[in-house]
């Protein structure tokens, strides 16, 4: 079993940064693909960013060149850089930790931390 906990969110004014992190248990951390996905009330959940256990990573279109999504296998953590935040960046911030294997795939989600940004 895999437990995730997210942190760092808060009020930002736009224009400004946050830094999430996701801290993991109960796993080899290094063997899951790790993203972070986004959600607001009455919208469906979007895909951020993602980063592989070798370290690829990938944006979605509205974040790329804004955000960097890393990994610190030694300290079973991921993180998500936000820059230049937009108002439309406010969202519940889901961290989320993916293994496949055969035909299986496990998936686990944290509890998420509240990004608002807002003058």
């Known amino acids: 079993q895999v437990q995730l906990v997210e942190s760092g969110g808060g009020l930002v004014q736009p224009g400004g940064s946050l830094r999430l992190s996701c801290a993991a248990s109960g796993a080899t951390f290094g063997d899951y693909g790790m993203s972070w996905y986004r959600q607001a009330p009455g919208k469906e959940r979007e895909l951020v960013a993602s980063i592989t256990s070798a370290g690829s990573t990938s944006y979605a279109d509205s974040v790329k060149g804004r955000f960097t999504i890393s990994r610190d296998n030694a300290k079973n953590t991921v993180l998500l850089q936000m820059n230049r935040l937009k108002p439309e960046d406010t969202a519940l911030y889901l961290c989320?930790?993916?293994?496949?294997?055969?035909?299986?795939?496990?998936?686990?989600w944290g509890l998420g931390t509240q990004v608002t940004v807002s003058s």
């Open positions: 989320n930790a993916v293994y496949s294997v055969s035909m299986l795939k496990y998936t686990y």
